[in-house]
Structure formats: C-alpha cells, structure tokens
C-alpha cells in the first residue's frame, strides 16, 4: 500500500470538451485511492462550448475538484503549468479532458511509486474509440525503464514525483508542439528510475470522433521540428553514453520526422514539402551521422538517404516504389568452378534498401522439375541509393547432381519477414554453354539467365572453365 502521507494531483487541461469530460469525472470519482489522497485541479483553457460552466457545476458538488479558468492559449502546455503551480501533491498526474482512467489507476500508481521510489511511473495505455499507438513499451511491467524505452512513450499521461520535476525546474513549454515530448525528455534524462507498471489497464486514450486531436492538426514544418530538435539537444547533453543518445535521437528521427513521407507528404503542396524537407535536413546536419542512418530500418533509411540531399522528387518517387517495391538483377559472371556453379551478380532491391543484403539465388523448375537454392554473398555494398550491390554464389556439384532433367529460371529473391521479392536474373552472356555434366547454362531470348539439365551418364566435371562472355 502507498504510505500515508503520499498524495497525487491530477491535472487536466480542458477546452471545448464539454462531449467528453462527463466520461472522464466519473473515472475520476470513482477512483478508489481514496479521498484523502488525491486531488484533481481542471484547467478551462477557454473553452466556448459550455465546459466551464459544466466544470463550475461539478466541482462545486465534489469536494477535492476544482476548477480555474484563463483565457485560451492553444496549447495544453499553459494550462498543464497552470495546474503545477496550484497543486502540490507527492506526485502529479496528467490527464486529458476525453480519456478515462481505471477505478485502480492512482492507487496503483502511487503504491507502485512509493515501494520502488519511482521518479516517472508509465501506466499502461490502452486505445478507446479507435485511437492508435504504439503499444510495445506497455508488454511488460518494468522496475528500471532504459532511456530508449521510455523515450517510447511520449505522452504526458503518466506519474510524476514533485521533486523531480522541482529539482530540474521542469515546466511544459507554452505555445509550442510536442509541448509533452519536451517535457518528457526532460523528465527522463533527470530521473533516477523511471518504471512501467503495466499488470493491466490502467488509463484509456481516446480517438474523438471528430479527429479533434491537437496533434492531428496541420504541423509547421520548422516549428515542429525544432521541437524534435529540442529533445534531441536535450538528449545530446544529459546522456552520457554516447550510444544511448545515438540510438534516441536515432528513433526521434524517425519517428518524428521521417514518418512525414508517408503518404500524407505527396498531398502537400510543393512549398510545403520543400518546407519539410529543409527542415529536416538540417536536423539531420545537426544530429544524425550517415552512419547513424544505416542503422535505420526500410523505408526510413531510404528516406533518409533523399532527405539529406534535399531531394523532394527522389522523395516522391520513393513513395511509389514503397507501395509496390521490386528487386532487379543482373548477372555479370557465370562459371563453372571446382565447387559448382558460381553466379556474379548485381542486385538491387528498390523500396528496400535496407534489406539488399538478405538474398538468395533460386533455380526454379516446372511443376515436376522441383527447386534448387543457394545464399546471395554481398561482395560491395551499393553507393548510391538504387544502385545494384554486388553478389555472389556457388550452387553446389551436389545440389547439381540431385537436380531432376527440365529448364530452370535463375531468380534472385530477397526475403524479409512475410515478404518475399523475386526476379529474374538478366544475363547478357553467351547464347549457350558447353554442359557439365549434362548441366547447360545459357541467355533465354528474353535476356534471362537459365540452367537446363538432360538426362545424362555421369561425367566429372571440368572445374574452373568459364561459360561467360
């Protein structure tokens, strides 16, 4: 149980949520930490739509709520400080005007808090009306959060310990975007402990049905992502192990700033996404290496790669690829060896960058032929984006052998997860091929590279001649 003389305030900024707050008072009343343990301070940041007035009526029947009112500011940053300033709870606890928390939320929280001297307890999170987030950092309760965990969660709806936040004055800064992500990080690099209590559902983060979400709305290109830049900064200065912060500011950029290249980006108009672009691009000069970036995955690293150069058609050619990307390849040698077949090739995967070098090399056959496989080897990885890597293989004198007689198609294949990208292999060698062992390789009229296998007496091979060029 949490000690007695632990306390939590809750705070909630609220405009124009007068649909919602009903929701969220009842959670809030039916908390069963008891009265003597909480309090909730309601911020009406302006509202026009009769919140205030609900709020008056409310917190004048519920002892422990009250309410303060101030002009609109357009951001939950002022009201939240409004809030801090008025309370002075153990701890303090965020939540928002449309969410809803569990009966059991604060009790466990600050019970949780108080037996591990917790400075930040993330609650687990759960979607409610169709919101979405990602849900990872919520598998599991955690006693010691590592910093890129909980840089995972950006959210303000957590708990607080008072002194940390008065020790290292942190405040949400007003009128900016990603207000919480900065007051987060701030809070992160500071505490002690940071934990995760997630042994069941504690707090619900509502979608509105009217999308009105401020961090749906149109975003600046350069106020936003100065904002990334802030926590990045902040990372950069209070973390000391220069891998951690890599790795932070790594999944800022991606999260927050290579996400824009989806498929919103090419509904912008083209000052805007230059706007996005430059933007972005000098957050990269500022805190990404080149090599920082080939630790991203597909499709950030190729998005990546045009962002960096300020390239907004290679940007939007790019999308297209990734709804539909495709692997090329060319064979540039072809021979017989004492191991077997080897095949040079160049392979480039588009949409996929990152994955080039999970390849294999497969012959193919009918349905009665069978199949026949052997692992792509990078040899030099591409320089450009696009560009083909190169790549060899050996199909083994013993894969040969067990080979039924029919015509195989040589195919590069590039396999990640679920998803499996195939082509054939083009080959501008010899039209035929003196045969090893009843084994041909030669160009089919479309340019491709095949094998074709005749029923045959045994012969040893004749290693290290060439069938190329």
Excluded at 177 to 196: C, K, M, P, Q, T
Aim: hydrophobic letters at 40%; glycine letters at 8%.
């Amino acid at each position: 149980m949490f000690g007695s003389d632990s306390f939590v305030s809750v705070i909630v900024p609220v405009h124009n949520a007068v649909g919602y707050i009903g929701e969220l008072l009842d959670s809030l009343v039916a908390q069963d930490i008891g009265a003597g343990h909480f309090d909730v301070t309601l911020v009406d940041d302006g509202s026009t739509d009769g919140s205030g007035e609900l709020l008056d009526a409310f917190c004048a029947a519920h002892p422990g709520f009250r309410v303060i009112h101030q002009d609109n500011s357009g951001r939950p940053g002022r009201p939240r400080n409004t809030g801090l300033r008025a309370t002075s709870g153990t701890y303090v606890f965020f939540a928002d005007a449309d969410d809803v928390l569990a009966p059991g939320c604060l009790r466990s929280l600050v019970a949780f808090a108080d037996q591990q001297h917790s400075d930040v307890v993330i609650p687990k999170l759960s979607p409610l009306g169709g919101r979405t987030f990602p849900t990872a950092v919520y598998e599991r309760t955690r006693i010691d959060t590592d910093l890129p965990t909980a840089f995972q969660t950006l959210f303000p709806q957590k708990l607080y310990r008072r002194s940390l936040l008065a020790a290292h004055d942190i405040w949400f800064p007003e009128g900016r975007r990603l207000d919480d992500g900065i007051f987060n990080a701030r809070a992160y690099v500071h505490a002690e402990r940071i934990s995760v209590l997630s042994d069941g559902d504690y707090y619900f983060l509502r979608a509105r049905a009217e999308g009105g979400q401020l961090s749906q709305g149109e975003k600046n290109p350069s106020g936003y992502t100065e904002s990334v830049a802030m926590m990045a900064e902040i990372v950069r200065m209070h973390v000391r192990d220069a891998a951690t912060s890599a790795e932070i500011i790594l999944e800022l950029y991606r999260r927050k700033c290579l996400n824009q290249y989806g498929e919103r980006f090419g509904r912008y108009a083209e000052g805007v996404q230059d706007a996005w672009i430059s933007a972005h691009r000098s957050f990269a000069e500022r805190f990404v290496t080149t090599q920082m970036e080939q630790r991203l995955p597909s499709p950030f690293q190729e998005r990546a790669y045009f962002v960096r150069r300020g390239d907004r058609p290679g940007l939007l050619a790019l999308k297209e690829v990734e709804r539909s990307p495709r692997v090329t390849a060319q064979v540039t040698d072809a021979q017989w060896t004492a191991d077997g077949l080897r095949v040079d090739m160049g392979v480039s995967v588009h949409g996929r960058l990152a994955l080039a070098s999970q390849l294999i090399c497969e012959l193919a056959g009918g349905d009665d032929a069978g199949s026949s496989a052997f692992p792509l080897l990078r040899v030099a990885p591409a320089s450009e984006y696009g560009e083909a890597a190169s790549y060899f293989g050996v199909l083994p004198w013993t894969s040969l052998a067990v080979l039924v007689p029919g015509t195989y198609d040589v195919t590069a294949v590039s396999i990640f997860q679920a998803e499996r990208l195939t082509a054939r292999a083009k080959w501008q060698g010899a039209a035929s091929s003196p045969a090893r062992d009843g084994v041909s390789v030669y160009a089919t009229k479309g340019g491709n590279l095949a094998v074709k296998k005749v029923e045959t007496p045994s012969a040893a091979a004749v290693p290290g001649v060439s069938v190329s060029r």
